[in-house]
């Protein structure tokens, strides 16, 4: 029962997982290296999603667009790091709940 309730928690954040990666297959090669900042804008959000949820992926990514501008210095921009370690992504992206049982 536990596994079926995580699986439903995680579904939105990795149905979000799988468009941003589908836009950086497909639309975002033909863009270019455009982004000002490093990780680019779509693989800050898609990390930001992967470790935070949903919500606060978006409002991180949302915040990073606006920052992405002509004028931006840009430079290295990493996502905040999150202090606990209850998710595992796997090498494609999704996240799951992590393989180890704390005490």
């Known amino acids: 029962m536990k596994s079926v309730v995580t699986f439903a928690m995680l579904f939105p954040r990795n149905v979000c997982v799988l468009i941003l990666r589908v836009y950086r297959a497909v639309i975002s090669p033909l863009y270019g290296d455009v982004?000002?900042?490093?990780?680019?804008?779509?693989?800050?959000?898609?990390?930001?999603?992967?470790?935070?949820?949903?919500?606060?992926?978006?409002?991180?990514?949302?915040?990073?667009?606006?920052?992405?501008?002509p004028w931006a210095e840009g430079g290295i921009d990493d996502i905040p790091a999150r202090r606990n370690d209850r998710y595992q992504i796997t090498r494609f992206g999704f996240v799951i709940a992590a393989s180890h049982e704390r005490g």
């Open 35 to 69: 982004c000002r900042y490093y990780p680019s804008c779509s693989h800050y959000t898609l990390q930001a999603i992967q470790e935070h949820g949903v919500l606060r992926g978006v409002w991180f990514g949302s915040r990073r667009v606006v920052r992405c501008h």
